[in-house]
């Protein structure tokens, strides 16, 4: 019997875990020739949610859960947790309900008929229209710089083969991001279209500035461009300084007694290409932080508790 891998990080969940797990096992019962886990990884909850799995996995030898130390960031925990699966697939699925659990079936359908990844695509969702507004701007701006090709409105929710996860897993990233991943691996991606209902319960942990870290971390792991354009820009500017500087040159010896250069062009001009230096160190900055991710090597996360696993000898192949 083919086994089947349903991945859930969670924070601060307390209303929707339980809920979601219900919900998993409802959709699992309709597809009696799969066995399946259920592994949800906790990003160190400061509400009653490690409470709630521990009375969960107690009851349900299916539920698997890993409770880390601390908050090492969604990123990756999540990662971690994927890698922690031992089915013949993984599915990816949010803790909100955001992500359909109603879906399953029909990842597991595009599976069977030989795909690899099927991902969920958002065509539109119940969030704010700014939000979905501001999303679609990310992913075009991403899509213009990138290197390789990437995909609108997927979240990461969807099934991916066991011989993908081992290929991620393999590459040994430092804070894994699953799309930018599979777009630079080539493989071929089936797409399961829906329409993204609103958060169940509770609040999002994400907020401006973590929205904004992932953004940069995808723009910077995915292209060189940005350098690229740092480096033209530093080139069209100095031919603009020197232009500039050549006709003021020009204009005093003409005019040397009425024509006066005054502070302001000065000032102004030395305010523009400080912030432009500064945001260009900046931008470097972001590529040089990168590497050093790459250079120390650190766990993804530290466990503080797993709990429905098997012996932890049996999961060396698993361990990052």
Known sequence: MRKLSILTPCYNEEENVYALVEAVKKTMQTMSSYSYEHVIIDNCSTDKTRAILRKIAAEDKNVKVILNVRNFGPGRSGAYGFFQTSGDATICLACDFQDPPEL????????EDGALIVWGKKTGS???????FTRSLYYKIIKTFSDSE?????????LYDRSVIKQMLAADEPDPNFRNLISEFGYPIEFIEYNQPSRRAGKSSYNFIRYLDTAINSLVNTSRAPLRIATLFGFFMSGVSFLIALIYFILKLIYWDSFIMGTAPLVIGLFFLGSVQLFFIGL?????GGILNRVVKRPLVIEQERINF???EECDDRTV
């Open 104 to 111: 399953i079936p029909d990842f597991v359908k595009k599976w």
């Open 126 to 132: 119940e969030e704010s229209r700014l939000m979905y």
């Open 150 to 158: 990437q995909y609108d409105h997927v979240t990461g929710f969807g």
């Open 284 to 288: 470097l900055g972001e590529y040089i």
């Open 310 to 312: 098997e012996s932890k």
